[in-house]
């Protein structure tokens, strides 16, 4: 069981997650071979995937939210920005939820070259795209407590309160309202069952551990 320093964080989902051959834990030293053959391991600050360092969040968290607007980042989620220049996260209001997105500077340099290389740099599209998540976005340092500090429109567009919901979700991680994240999932659910929705996994090769 892994022990965290910061008493106000409560893990939802355990940090140690197998999906298809592909396992993730945050204390380091795990190997294994994807069904890509591409080799993946641990380190102190990320995972290593080809000999190429990549952020990759997993799991729910919850933290307090103190009346200033600091909340502690998730150890593991910092964990994956530990060799990244900018010792922060960049965070913008989702466009798509009442939720804030959530990212290290890595992710959001690859954003603006997708943006670039598919759209027109003068065209509306890439102009709103820029307006909504770039111009729009905050850069956050880290305190030495691992906090960062919530400006308050994003509180107010998270409508963020008391504690804050961190969801991992691989590139990316939200912010979220914990009430509202629950009747997120909710519907989430109910639209997966629905739509009969499934995902078949690629099958494992001979050879792959």
Not at 93 to 117: I, P, V
Not at 164 to 191: H, P, S, Y
Not at 197 to 208: E, F, V, Y
Request: aromatic share 8%; hydrophobic share 40%; glycine share 8%.
């Amino acid at each position: 069981m892994i022990s965290h320093k910061n008493p106000f964080e409560t893990q939802i989902h355990p940090i140690w997650i197998k999906q298809g051959t592909l396992q993730v834990q945050e204390s380091g030293g795990v190997f294994q071979r994807t069904t890509n053959r591409d080799l993946i391991g641990i380190s102190s600050g990320g995972i290593i995937q080809g000999g190429i360092q990549v952020t990759f969040f997993l799991g729910t968290f919850e933290n307090k939210v103190d009346k200033k607007g600091r909340v502690s980042v998730p150890a593991t989620f910092r964990q994956m920005l530990t060799d990244q220049p900018f010792q922060g996260i960049v965070v913008f209001r989702s466009y798509r939820a009442q939720a804030l997105e959530a990212a290290g500077m890595d992710f959001m340099r690859r954003l603006h070259e997708s943006m670039s290389s598919s759209l027109d740099l003068f065209s509306d599209e890439h102009d709103d795209l820029a307006t909504a998540i770039l111009a729009d976005a905050h850069q956050l340092s880290f305190d030495g407590e691992g906090r960062i500090l919530l400006p308050p429109a994003l509180i107010e567009h998270a409508h963020i309160t008391d504690r804050a919901a961190f969801v991992g979700k691989g590139d990316i991680f939200q912010i979220w309202n914990t009430e509202t994240l629950e009747q997120k999932k909710l519907e989430a659910r109910d639209r997966a069952r629905d739509k009969k929705l499934s995902l078949s996994l690629s099958p494992a090769r001979k050879g792959d551990l």
